[in-house]
């Protein structure tokens, strides 16, 4: 592993060397070692099936509910070990995750989704109030869409629904699952820039989860790339973003001009920063 996210910074979540198995059989990460500093944006990138998801749910231990297990190597968030603890338990401590595919209560509207975002607090009613009033400064469009039943809003809409209600848990760490997933490019900026906002503005930490590899490192601080559920580099977002495996790697684009799919595939077979 290269250097450290932010040597300045205090480590918030330092994930250590974990694996994780499925149905006692199935081994999808091995060895995956990250840290995300406290107040920084860290983006895990790779592949759809690269092991991404599944790193977010050990961190939030949301693994049991899909029969997966972290079986080595150990989670800790702000110096304490949490990987045994319940998601419940998580949250308190201030660690949310935004679930990949914008999981809404689609019955309920979007103010009574944000409020679900809540039920782990013990803040009175004033408080809540200020959450939400937080909550409408960063996403106005959820104030004029606040009546609305969730499942009838656009799908930019449910993804500030859903970053918005994990706000409302007062979150240290929001770990945010393919946030650009199915939304037009508009759309991906105006959630990313809220991100951005948030990061700065509140000192949210986040690990994004992101196949959109050039706008993630756009707004990351750090990056560190899974493939087949291993870290194969990682480093500097400018650093990543410039570098030429990267961009041929994900983008089909070389010094020499964007290649073409049958060369781009010749490419990953050859797995050239594994040398």
Known sequence: MSAQPDPGRQVALSVNNIEVIYDHVILVLRGVSLEVPEGGIVAL??????????????????????????????????????????????????VCQVMEGRHCFAHLTVEENLLTGAFTRKGSRAD????????????????????????YTSGGEQQMTALGRA????????LLDEPSMGLAPQIVE??????????????????LAEQNTMVALRYANYGYILENGRVVMDGQASELANNEDVKEFYLGLSTAGRRSFRDVKHYRRRKRWLA
């Open 128 to 151: 809540i109030a200020q959450a939400l009033d937080k909550v409408y400064h960063y996403f106005p469009r959820l104030k004029e869409r606040r009546a609305s039943l969730a499942g």
């Open 190 to 207: 105006e959630i990313f820039e809220i991100v951005g906002d948030l990061n700065a503005r509140e000192g949210v930490s986040f690990l």
């Open 45 to 94: 990138l790779g592949a759809n099936g690269a092991g991404k998801t599944t790193t977010l749910k050990a961190i939030s231990n949301l693994l049991h509910a899909e029969r997966g297990e972290v079986t080595k190597g150990a989670i800790e968030f702000r110096g304490q070990r949490v990987d045994r603890l319940t998601p419940n338990d998580l949250v308190r401590r201030g």
């Open 167 to 174: 706000l409302m848990a007062q979150p240290a760490m929001i």
